[in-house]
Nanobody
Framework: QVQLVESGGGLVQPGGSLRLSCAAS????????MGWYRQAPGKQRELVAT???????NYLDSVKGRFTISRDSAKNTMYLQMNSLKPEDTAVYHC?????????????WGQGTQVTVSS
């Protein structure tokens, strides 16, 4: 059984930084794309950043230059370094992996971690 566990959320002042992590465990043979999504209260979930198996990255326009997504394939782990945080970054952040396990290819989600940017 595959599980994704996120960590690193919390309360930070505007202009501050946080680093989110998402680690996958289980019978995993290959991870393709990885991504971070976020959902603020009363808003739809939006894609924040993605990183593919070859290291290509893509970002939501509003986080470009402030957030950096990365992956450690040996550890089945993905990171999101968030700098210069703004109140509008406040949301629950979820990680998503497209991967191959003993059950075949599927998409898996983490439980979510709260990020609150407030003074």
């Amino acid at each position: 059984q595959v599980q994704l566990v996120e960590s690193g959320g919390g309360l930070v002042q505007p202009g501050g930084s946080l680093r989110l992590s998402c680690a996958a465990s289980g019978s995993i043979s290959r991870i393709n794309a990885m991504g971070w999504y976020r959902q603020a209260p009363g808003k739809q979930r939006e894609l924040v950043a993605t990183v593919t198996s070859d290291g290509s990255t893509n970002y939501l326009d509003s986080v470009k230059g402030r957030f950096t997504i990365s992956r450690d394939s040996a550890k089945n782990t993905m990171y999101l370094q968030m700098n210069s945080l703004k109140p509008e970054d406040t949301a629950v952040y979820h990680c998503n992996f497209d991967l191959r396990s003993g059950l075949g290819y599927d998409s898996y989600w983490g439980q979510g971690t709260q990020v609150t940017v407030s003074s």
